[in-house]
């Protein structure tokens, strides 16, 4: 259930990423992007039972900084139920500003929503709404960006708040396609599993690389989660997209 991996998905850097396709005299553009990965981790937990996804979103962005859009992925989430109805999708909705504070350095602050259809016999709550904030700046070939979400009490959170705080690290490797990526969060919220101590730390590091539209990925992914956690253990982890 996503009440144990607390916050932002992947359409965040999908849709910063993607180029604009068009911009007419309203001043809005318009991007997006498709892809697939070897498995859906989310914040270093699997969202598809360590198998494939296919994901893909789209971004409306206006002049001004504004912007608004969604983003989707097959997902494997338990059987609620005993019918064999668990989630297998989830669609993220979110809407924000992002604008320059000085050269270099952008704030870029939003919502976003988590929306999972499912067809249940019981009443489970799974969809939960997260604000988001985060900085990022480029020192020559060297980008950093850190955000922070929060997501208040919730009944898809078991009535807690949780919070989330991640810094993503990248280096261009100057004349190359190429680029070495890293990532750090930590987690917090009593709205964990039983067992666990309400804290969680991810990371990964790994590579991409960037060819007209196309950009491909490896990353080494882990958690400090223990390993009876399904999808907490360490994966390396594929991907393909391709943004437009």
Do not use: C
């Amino acid at each position: 259930m996503r009440k144990s991996i607390l916050g932002l998905s992947a359409f965040a850097l999908l849709a910063s990423a993607a180029p604009a396709l068009a911009q007419d005299d309203s001043g809005l553009t318009v991007s997006g992007s498709v892809g697939v990965v070897s498995d859906y981790r989310f914040r270093g937990f699997s969202q598809t039972q360590q198998n494939a996804a296919i994901q893909g979103g789209i971004t409306v962005s206006h002049e001004s900084g504004f912007y608004f859009g969604t983003w989707g992925s097959n997902v494997d989430f338990p059987d609620l139920d005993g019918a064999g109805n668990g989630a297998t999708a989830e669609i993220d909705f979110f809407a924000g500003y992002a604008t320059e504070l000085t050269p270099g350095v952008t704030l870029d602050f939003g919502l976003n929503y988590y929306l999972y259809p499912k067809d249940t016999l019981v009443d489970v709550a799974t969809d939960f709404f997260e604000p988001y904030v985060s900085l990022s700046t480029e020192f020559g070939p060297l980008a950093l960006t850190v955000g922070a979400y929060y997501a208040w009490e919730q009944d898809a959170l078991g009535g807690n708040d949780a919070f989330y705080l991640k810094a993503d690290p990248s280096i261009a490797i100057p004349n190359t396609p190429f680029s070495i990526d890293g990532h750090i969060g930590y987690a917090t919220s009593d709205a964990f599993p039983g067992g666990v101590d309400g804290e969680v730390f991810d990371w990964s590091i790994g590579a991409s690389a960037s060819w007209n539209a196309l950009t491909f990925g490896v990353s080494y992914v882990d958690t400090n989660e223990p390993g009876w956690i399904r999808g907490s253990d360490a994966a390396v982890v594929f991907s393909l997209g391709a943004s437009f």
